[in-house]
């Protein structure tokens, strides 16, 4: 018995019938078996009634047309009736599809997905060891960087007319600091209204109003001017200088300037140490002002103090020292912002997403570093009395 079933009965472009014996379903595929009529010949196959029949074929050698649409629909249609218990032999097709049906039946297989059961405390320590070893190489590589540096800094200072760049150094300086006057000066007088705001409702309590401008002169200029700065500048140019340089070695330019003769440290970092260096003490100053000035604001319309009084105040709260201690901070945040930053933009490989890892990784480090300095000076400042 045979039973013919079109797809599209219009031009019966892709069809097919089924030839039934008692022991035996047969499968003819005739016409063009074409993603065009892929949807219509899958709800037909899957209507196929398979009956009880224990062997079944599949014969293709009558098609005219085969695309991988096709190819997967009587691939489909052996599985499915492999799965139902039948005995379904090769699909037969012309020679020329052969190396098709192949792909679509073994190479398109998804492998079995295998579970490896982790030990969790074994996997915690892995990742402690990973990680461990990975931070000290980093360490000792931009330690190693650091002499190198050095001693590029001290042929500079030494024969400047040969190594420094003074058209570069002007330009990162304008880059690192006259650029970043907005920002810094912004969130530093909005650090300087929350200081003063938080201070002052705390001293409210034991009617030390007054005191709250020692507070924000101390803790801003011997602490949270430099550290803040020094922060956002970590954000904004250090992560600069990383993409910067990043994006000449995936481009393949520092490897040109080096096929040329060219001193890659003198070129690239020094003009951006150098320039970061003169400008974050001045950053600094200003990040300080903005502060004070932001707390100024504060203590006049929340305490009543007017600016006489308020620097009358600050006069006898801080001294040279308290400005200097947060001043002299600021060239060696500087100098270790700027060597991260264009350390790891030397370690960019030759891809994009080496280039985004590397920044945010520079961003990390400049700013870690920079607490943990912050933290030395402190310890050091008290230790010896200032």
């Known amino acids: 018995m045979s039973t013919a ?5 219009s031009d019966a472009r892709a069809r097919f019938r089924m030839e039934r014996k008692p022991r035996l379903l047969r499968l003819v595929a005739e016409g063009q078996w074409t993603t065009k009529d892929a949807a219509k010949l899958d709800v037909a196959l899957r209507g196929i009634d398979v009956g009880d029949a224990v062997d ?24 499915e009736w492999e799965g139902k218990g039948k005995r379904v032999a090769p699909i037969a097709l012309a020679e020329m599809y052969g190396s098709l049906i192949h792909s679509v039946e073994h190479e398109h297989t998804a492998p079995p997905v295998v579970i490896h059961n982790r030990h969790t405390l074994e996997a915690f320590v892995t990742r402690i060891g990973k990680a461990t070893i990975h931070g000290a190489k980093q360490g000792l590589g931009i330690l190693g960087y650091l002499g190198r540096v ?29 650029n970043a ?43 949270l001017g430099g550290l803040v700065t020094a ?4 954000g904004r140019s250090g992560s600069a200088f990383t993409a910067q340089i990043g994006s000449m070695r995936v481009n393949q330019e520092i490897d040109a300037m080096q096929t040329i003769g060219i ?115 402190s310890i050091m400042f008290s230790i010896i009395g200032i």
């Open 5 to 9: 079933h079109d797809a599209t009965p």
């Open 56 to 79: 079944a074929e599949i014969d293709g050698t009558g098609l005219e047309k085969l695309d991988s649409a096709g190819a997967w629909l009587l691939v489909r249609t052996k599985r």
């Open 150 to 178: 050095t001693v590029e800094v001290t042929e500079a200072i030494y024969h400047p007319r040969g190594n420094l760049r003074v058209a570069a150094l002007v330009h990162q300086v304008e880059e690192t600091g006259i």
């Open 181 to 223: 006057l907005p920002i810094v000066g912004l969130l530093s007088f909005l650090i300087g209204i929350v200081l003063a705001y938080q201070g002052a409702d705390q001293l409210k309590r034991f009617g030390a109003e007054v005191f709250t401008i020692n507070l924000l002169g101390v803790g801003l200029l011997r602490e």
């Open 231 to 234: 922060i956002i500048v970590a």
């Open 263 to 377: 001193n890659t440290v003198d070129a690239l970092v020094l003009p951006r140490i150098i320039g970061l260096v003169i400008a974050l003490p001045f950053l600094t100053f200003y990040a300080d002002i903005m502060g004070l000035i932001g707390g100024a604001v504060m203590c006049y319309f929340d305490l009543g103090i007017t600016i006489p009084v308020f620097m009358r105040q600050l006069q006898e709260a801080v001294s040279v020292n308290t400005f200097m201690v947060g001043l002299i901070k600021a060239p060696v945040f500087a100098f270790i912002i700027s060597l991260v930053g264009c350390y790891e933009g030397l370690q960019v490989e030759s891809n994009a997403a080496s280039v985004g890892r590397l920044t945010t990784r520079s961003v990390v480090e400049s700013i870690f570093l920079v607490i943990v300095l912050d933290a030395g000076f």
